[in-house]
């Protein structure tokens, strides 16, 4: 089992849909997590970064976090067909190394 | 500006054949990675450095090795031992291997065998 799952996708929405992507992760240990956004062939960009439980707003993006569930979750709002990209969730604890899901592939249509 | 470059963008490789990918930081951080990226997997650490001269092995360093000997550069050789070396490989850079570090990547070199 991996340390932090994640599905694949593609996850296709359309224009204006509210958008929910999420990863679950089995090591208690982990305090940091992080969204990153991958346009295709390009390197990964950070997106939001969150400590320990709760939820954190950027404008049309909230990070959640649950600790008691082992769960993590992305939310955009008022999605855009240049919101197109795969979506990378990443954790870590404090002297430890990012660990990364496997992404999950977003297409918005217009 | 600031930012992180990778070179060449494509780069193939023969049988047998060491292949060099070259990654550049202006940035001023202390920290350099090397991760693999696989269709439908995360990144996979291959090697990091905290401090030049001084670097240590990730999670799938076979077949791979890296030098630091200048703080703005972190090139990584894959070498004849890495059987299976198709992969987009990305080159990242942090202010220090910290707690609260953020990652910031490189554009990504795409290797293909011949």
């Known amino acids: 089992q991996k340390e932090v799952e994640q599905d694949p996708g593609p996850l296709s929405v359309p224009e204006g849909a509210i958008v929910s992507l999420n990863c679950t992760y089995s090591n208690s240990a982990f305090q940091y997590f992080m969204w990153y956004r991958q346009y295709s062939r390009k390197g990964p960009e950070l997106l939001m970064y969150?400590?320990?439980?709760g939820n954190k707003e950027d404008g049309r993006f909230t990070a959640q976090v649950d600790k008691s569930s082992k769960y993590i979750s992305l939310f955009i709002r008022d999605s855009q067909p240049s919101d197109s990209a795969t979506y990378l969730c990443a954790m870590k604890y404090a002297g430890n190394m990012l660990t990364f899901g496997g992404g999950t592939r977003l297409m918005v249509k217009p | 500006d600031g930012g992180i470059t990778q070179s060449p963008k494509y780069l193939f490789r023969k049988e047998g054949q060491n292949v060099t990918l070259s990654c550049e930081q202006n940035?001023?951080?202390?920290?350099m990675y090397w991760y693999r990226q696989d269709p439908g997997q995360g990144l996979r650490l291959i090697y990091y450095s905290q401090i030049v001269n001084d670097f240590q092995k990730g999670d799938i360093a076979e077949g791979y090795s890296v030098s630091r000997e200048k703080k703005e550069s972190f090139p990584l050789t894959v070498t004849s031992a890495q059987k299976n070396p198709t992969a987009f490989y990305l080159c990242a850079s942090s202010m220090k291997a910290s707690t609260n570090e953020k990652l910031f990547f490189g554009s990504g070199t795409q290797l293909s065998v011949l």
């Open positions: 969150t400590y320990s439980s």
């Open positions: 940035l001023n951080h202390d920290a």
